[in-house]
């Protein structure tokens, strides 16, 4: 039935529903943001991953309301996480999220394959966008999310860069055809690998605007010094930029 509407959809010139996936590990400390530990301590590595998490879901369910305030088809929010059945350790660090949101165990051995397998999963047969964004990003608006989504009006696949030579967000229209396909994820060539893999694929892309993640102390500091930063006012979600502020004072130096 879904598919046959979205077909009568297309046949109307109406755009098909996106899909917003975001991934993350659950929250646990000692066992999630483990390069922030040696400077910040286990338990605020664990509050800084939770405090992310929750704005990136704040900011996801901002996207819907002004979707469909827009009178635009909203769209789906999926989350995915790891360890599979994980649930507890996310509702135990104060993350929480609403009924829109369909809750799903990440698959694959690497961080590509469990890409790879979210996206083909959530597209199925359907021909319709989907946005896949990390958890770490205290400076994500619903902007960012709507320029993905335009930019695959025209492109194959979209991108938004970070600042350590990643992307914290893919978008795309079809299958991934290879993109995920990366040896070391660990490295500051992953976007422009992932770029050359999509031009050997004959796939056009864009770029939406570079934010920064948080994976290692610096981070800290080039959160706050992005012109994003200044720009947001309370309250903000899940209190991720106070956290950030809090945690970068204390730090040596």
């Known amino acids: 039935m879904s598919g046959d509407r979205g077909a009568a959809n297309r046949d109307r010139g109406e ?17 999630t943001k483990t390069r922030l530990i040696p400077a910040l301590g286990v338990e605020n590595a664990s509050r800084l991953h939770a405090a992310c998490l929750t704005r990136v879901i704040g900011v996801a369910q901002e996207w819907r309301e002004l979707r469909i305030a827009r ?41 590509g ?39 695959l009006e025209t492109s194959d696949a979209v991108f938004g860069p970070t600042l350590d030579g990643g992307y914290y967000l893919v978008g795309l229209r079809g299958e991934p055809r290879g ?22 694929s004959g796939m056009a892309t864009a770029l939406v605007e570079a934010l920064p993640d948080v994976d290692v102390p610096e981070d800290l500091a080039r959160v706050l010094a992005h012109p994003r930063a200044a720009e947001r006012r309370d309250p903000d979600p899940g209190g991720a930029l106070r956290l950030i502020q809090d945690l970068a004072a204390a730090l040596p130096g």
């Open 113 to 151: 394959e469990r890409m790879a397998e979210a996206v083909h999963r959530i597209r199925g047969r359907a021909q319709t966008s989907v946005l896949l964004v990390g958890s770490d990003l205290p400076l994500l608006a619903p902007e960012h999310l709507d320029a993905a989504l335009s930019a």
């Open 15 to 31: 755009p098909s529903p996106p899909h917003l996936i975001v991934f993350s590990r659950a929250p646990v400390p000692g066992s």
């Open 179 to 200: 993109l995920f396909d990366l040896s070391d994820w660990g490295t500051g060539s992953v976007l422009k690998r992932t770029l050359e893999a999509a031009r050997t």
């Open 71 to 111: 009178r635009r088809p909203p769209p789906t929010l999926h989350l995915f996480i790891t360890p599979p059945g994980s649930q507890p350790a996310f509702r135990s660090a104060g993350v929480d999220w609403s009924a829109h949101w369909n809750l799903h165990n990440q698959r694959g051995n690497t961080l």
